[in-house]
């Protein structure tokens, strides 16, 4: 009985550490533009721009440092936004965004 036991308990905490997510920055963030922001935990991300009819996608690769976002845009993909990178600061469940689209503005994200 302490065998099944050992073993229940053995399986309950494997699988709690594999479903476990190390990036806490991963998720969907969206603008007051109705633009979304997917960062996924392997330090991808993805841009969707609903400014129009028709949604398009921008995707590149994020890093994080010190709560300092930066997003480099694929080269070999069609890029919407028309630049090639984004720098950002994150600050608790929001994103700012500096000189967003070279607007001269800044542009927060929230976490959906």
């Known amino acids: 009985m302490k065998r099944i036991f050992f073993l229940f308990t053995f399986f309950i905490m494997g699988i709690s550490i594999v479903g476990c997510d190390n990036d806490p920055y991963a998720g969907k963030y969206k603008t007051f533009n109705n633009t979304i922001l997917e960062l996924s935990s392997n330090g991808r991300c993805k841009m969707i721009n609903n400014f129009y009819k028709e949604s398009f996608?921008?995707?590149?690769?994020?890093?994080?440092?010190?709560?300092?976002?930066?997003?480099?845009?694929?080269?070999d993909k069609e890029n919407y936004l028309r630049v090639e990178s984004l720098k950002g600061k994150v600050k608790g469940c929001n994103i700012e965004f500096y000189d967003y689209l070279g607007k001269g503005k800044e542009c927060t994200c929230s976490k959906l």
Do not use: A, C, S
């Open 57 to 75: 996608y921008t995707y590149g690769k994020y890093t994080i440092n010190n709560n300092e976002l930066e997003i480099t845009f694929d080269k």
